[in-house]
């Protein structure tokens, strides 16, 4: 019976990396289909050393791109200022290519580009080199978002570098198909910072760097078949699922190849009352090193309002091959699962789960948690709510002090001074390549 249960347990896991994703992302034809029109912003208004490229990109869309299916609309190598913020909607067959550097000149709250509604849709830097840097130290959580994409399909974000938004980095808004890549993100020491938020179906996330004190790479609700790999949260607040409240549906998700150096967590759900569900999720291959807190399920997390509902129900979560340390683990354990009363998680699973401490003492806690793999956690088929279990902790056999990446950082970067903008990796996880070479390189 145990044979049998372990290769059960190991199927479920297998069908749970593969219903990740549904099918294709990204766009449906190549890049080449998409320069029979070149829709240069020099032409359209704009300069090199513009202090406002706004009007110029807005031009270029609007008497170019939405003119002439298969074109590109393109910010040259240079410096820009910008001040009007872009709203592009509709488009099918088209590129947004950003060579250049835009910096926000203006206070003005919303996006400074946002795309909705794009169909077969690439927005890509050429050079690696493109971006936007949001000078957030001058109006911190009071100005723009960088990137917004919105309600689109079939579509790709790759090789471009945003720097110190003063609000969230790039949130990519419901819609499916959709692959994100070859991205490095510096956001602040401070909350508000999000690197990338993202809900919708059927999308691809990998080999993105975030440095902040928010969220790393975050899935929000509604989701479903979302794959996140190779992702390096270098003093960052770390990835997460939530903040999670009334309604919640995310199914099918799988993290995997998640690099914490320092920050908040190496991962964390989070909830406080609400309603709906979280289920059928794989996170695979972790490593942290000084991190606040380690695997962190919380669904009474302080910060965000109660919902309405008992709690989300969390289910069929499995956490598969960790290794990686807190800085105090009597203070935050490394591993905590504090689920629900009103609605118990239940198969969660801890496999080859190796989180310690730098103290080398530690504690892990359990509320209304059902599962198996960490001896605060109950099992059985009736799961009913029990209060919180802490429990001393010893060092895990398995455990290996964590490795290092170059590039480290030692500290996040100052609220109030420029944040530098940084190169692209071409690794975002100890040991492996990105999946795909930088657009310069091809």
């Known amino acids: 019976m145990m044979g049998f249960k372990s290769l059960l347990a190991s199927l479920l896991l297998v069908a749970a990396a593969s219903a990740q994703l549904t099918g294709h992302v990204g766009p449906t034809t190549p890049l080449s289909s998409k320069q029979s029109t070149i829709c240069n912003v020099l032409d359209y208004g704009g300069s090199i050393g513009s202090d406002d490229i706004g009007p110029a990109i807005n031009n270029a869309f609007t008497n170019c791109v939405l003119k002439h299916s298969g074109s590109t609309l393109y910010v040259p190598a240079g410096n820009y200022n910008m001040k009007t913020w872009v709203t592009l909607k509709g488009g099918t067959k088209w590129a947004f290519r950003l060579d250049g550097l835009i910096t926000r000149a203006a206070t003005t709250g919303g996006n400074m580009i946002a795309i909705q509604n794009a169909n077969d849709f690439e927005f890509y830097s050429a050079n690696s080199a493109g971006g936007i840097q949001g000078l957030g130290y001058q109006c911190r959580n009071a100005g723009p978002r960088l990137i917004r994409m919105v309600t689109s ?9 945003l720097v110190d938004s003063p609000e969230f980095h790039l949130v990519i808004q419901e819609g499916s198909n959709g692959e994100v890549y070859n991205m490095a993100i510096r956001g602040a020491n401070m909350g508000g910072s999000d690197g990338v938020d993202v809900w919708g179906t059927n999308y691809w996330i990998h080999d993105v760097e975030v440095t902040n004190r928010d969220e790393c ?22 990835s997460a699922i939530g903040s999670l409240s009334d309604g919640t549906a995310i199914e099918n998700i799988v993290y995997r190849d998640v690099y914490t150096n320092g920050g908040n967590q190496a991962f964390m759900i989070k909830s406080n009352k609400g309603s709906g569900y979280v289920r059928n999720v794989l996170f695979q291959n972790f490593i942290s090193r000084g991190v606040a807190y380690g695997l962190n399920v919380n669904q009474y997390w302080s910060s965000q309002s109660p919902g309405s509902g008992a709690g989300v129900q969390l289910s069929n979560i499995t956490f598969q091959n960790w290794n990686g340390n807190v800085v105090d683990g009597v203070k935050r354990p ?11 998680c239940f198969d969660i699973t801890l496999s080859n789960v190796n989180m310690w401490s730098q103290t080398d003492k530690a504690i892990v806690k359990c509320e209304s948690a059902y599962g198996s793999g ?22 895990p056999p398995g455990y290996t002090t964590p490795t290092t990446m170059p590039g480290d950082l030692s500290d996040g970067f100052a609220t109030n001074a420029p944040i530098p903008t940084p190169t692209i990796p071409t690794s975002f996880f100890p040991g492996l390549p990105q999946i795909s070479p930088l657009a310069k390189n091809h």
Not at 153 to 161: A, E, Q, R
Not at 221 to 238: A, F, K
Not at 334 to 344: F, H, K, R, V, Y
Not at 375 to 387: A, D, N
């Open 153 to 161: 399909t079939n579509f790709s974000v790759h090789d471009l570098i």
């Open 217 to 238: 790479v975050t899935v929000k609700s509604p989701s479903n078949n979302i794959l996140i790999e190779r992702i390096w949260c270098n003093q960052s607040g770390g």
């Open 334 to 344: 490394p591993i905590q699962l504090l689920c629900a009363d009103g609605a118990p």
């Open 374 to 395: 960490v001896s605060c956690i109950r099992s059985g088929s009736s799961h009913t709510s029990y209060p919180v279990v802490t429990q001393s902790a010893t060092r």
